[in-house]
């Protein structure tokens, strides 16, 4: 497993060096760790609980508290469906039915190719636009299985070696 480069290191100190307590540069730093893998590692849980002077226990913790961020590998590509009610009585079903016939994968899975995975998520605020799904900081609103289809056709024609992109949480911001 990775800690942080010293590119990521200095991202988090400049992000920390914007608030009055450091401490409170948590959540941006470890989006800085999931944007450099994929996920947060052990080691970059160290390595943010030194930079940020708190204990790697209380990192973990605000870590496995978000299920925004991730553990362990995940897929490049990360759909988050909406199975809440508007958008189960839209076709939330048909587009999870038609992700797992497309990608061969359950929710949560990822495909053997490292690429894909989805999950099923609770109300994404979009309710007026089902079904919804959300990809990065994108929301696809009203989906249908032929944009869907067509989505994922295009990321597969993608160059393997693309760097890996972890999921972003609108508003929270980890620019330098
Ligand atoms: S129910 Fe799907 S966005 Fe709200």
Redesign the pocket.
């Given at each position: 497993m990775a800690s942080l480069t010293e590119s990521s290191r200095q991202r988090v100190e400049r992000i920390a060096s914007r608030y009055p307590e450091r401490r409170s540069a948590l959540l941006p730093a470890l989006y800085v760790a999931q944007e450099q893998d994929g996920y947060v590692t052990d080691e970059a849980i160290d390595d943010i609980a030194g930079i940020l002077g708190i204990s790697p226990a209380e990192v973990k913790g605000v870590a496995s508290f978000y299920t925004m961020y991730y553990n362990h590998p995940v897929g490049r590509y990360i759909f988050q469906v909406?199975g809440?009610?508007?958008?189960a009585l839209c076709g939330a079903e048909e587009v999870i039915r038609f992700l797992e016939r497309k990608l061969g994968v359950r929710a949560g899975q990822t495909t053997p190719d490292g690429r894909f995975m989805f999950e099923v998520v609770e109300?994404?605020?979009?309710?007026g636009s089902?079904?919804?799904m959300l990809f990065g900081d994108r929301y696809y609103e009203k989906l249908t299985l032929e944009q869907l289809d067509q989505l994922i056709d295009e990321l597969r024609s993608r160059p393997a070696e693309e760097p890996q992109r972890a999921p972003q949480l609108t508003g929270v911001d980890t620019q330098d």
């Open positions: 909406c809440t009610l508007s958008c109300c994404l605020g979009a309710c089902a079904p919804v």
